[in-house]
């Protein structure tokens, strides 16, 4: 008898690598879409503020434009950070089921 090959004999177990493969692509694009929603958002901010500031000469529209950039900064670094934690949290978890699957 020959040595039974993984694919032969599990037809199920190739189909489910692809899928977790797929999944793991489809995380990874809705982790950068949540990246550039945070960046838009800061963007959005920072340019009200600064928008706010220049153009209108009312004290309190130009408080309101003040708080307005610290916000699209805030909106920026959580955005880096949420986006590094994921990116982390799918590494490991990749290299993780990768020794699963080699053991």
Do not use: W
């Amino acid at each position: 008898m020959s040595a039974p090959s993984d694919s032969a004999d599990h037809p199920h177990k190739e189909v489910a690598l692809v899928r977790d493969h797929l999944a793991g692509l489809r995380t990874d694009l809705a982790n950068r879409r949540t990246f550039l929603s945070y960046f838009r958002t800061a963007l959005a901010c920072f340019i009200a503020g600064l928008a706010c500031i220049k153009f209108f000469g009312h004290p309190i529209i130009v408080g309101f434009g003040c708080l307005l950039l610290p916000a699209g900064v805030i909106a920026l670094v959580q955005g880096i950070i949420t986006y590094r934690k994921m990116s982390r949290a799918m590494r490991m978890e990749e290299a993780r089921a990768e020794k699963d699957v080699s053991t």
